[in-house]
């Protein structure tokens, strides 16, 4: 028996390849055979890459996580990710993100690398390292 001609509404049609087509497959009840064949004849790119990126978010690439801007937009961690690579942005480091102020540094070595990490908002191994790096030697026990 064969199966029923799926009816496309404009609906499913605007759908395609602005979501998985997993997704897709599951909201519609359908086979996948038939996403991936309806997409390809309207030359419509297979998600994530049918999304355009914002200025914006481009801008804020390799300064904030893939992760975290994926949330904040609610677009695909994977595309983010896609686009930086393509791009030549490196990905984002935890402590790209510190700003080394004198006062800051002045105290590397006077308090410890933990009390520097709690008085500005950092990890303790950050301090460390930065402390190591300009060779100041630790205060108390390392």
Same mark, same amino acid.
């Given at each position: 028996?064969?199966?029923?001609?799926?009816?496309?509404?404009?609906?499913?049609?605007?759908?395609?390849? *602005?979501?998985?087509?997993?997704?897709?497959? #599951?909201?519609? /009840?359908?086979?996948?055979? +038939?996403?991936? =064949? $309806?997409?390809?004849?309207?030359?419509?790119?297979?998600?994530?890459?049918?999304? *355009?990126?914002?200025?914006?978010?481009?801008? #804020?690439?390799? /300064?904030?996580?893939?992760? +975290?801007?994926? =949330? $904040?937009?609610?677009?695909?961690?994977?595309?983010?990710?896609?686009?930086?690579?393509?791009?030549?942005?490196?990905?984002?480091?935890?402590?790209?993100?510190?700003?080394?102020?004198?006062?800051?540094?002045?105290?590397?070595?006077?308090?410890?690398?933990?009390?520097?990490?709690?008085?500005?908002?950092?990890?303790?191994?950050?301090?460390?390292?930065?402390?190591?790096?300009?060779?100041?030697?630790?205060?108390?026990?390392?």
């Amino acid at each position: 028996m064969p199966k029923p001609k799926i009816k496309w509404t404009k609906r499913m049609l605007s759908d395609l390849g *602005k979501f998985p087509d997993k997704y897709l497959v #599951r909201k519609w /009840k359908i086979a996948p055979s +038939s996403v991936f =064949k $309806k997409r390809n004849e309207l030359g419509i790119p297979l998600f994530p890459k049918a999304i *355009k990126l914002s200025p914006q978010i481009v801008k #804020r690439l390799g /300064k904030e996580s893939d992760r +975290s801007l994926a =949330k $904040k937009y609610g677009v695909s961690y994977t595309r983010l990710q896609e686009e930086r690579k393509r791009l030549g942005i490196p990905p984002f480091k935890e402590q790209n993100r510190i700003v080394w102020t004198k006062k800051m540094l002045a105290l590397l070595g006077k308090i410890t690398d933990k009390e520097l990490a709690i008085k500005f908002g950092m990890g303790e191994g950050t301090a460390r390292r930065k402390r190591k790096r300009l060779n100041n030697p630790p205060i108390g026990r390392e």
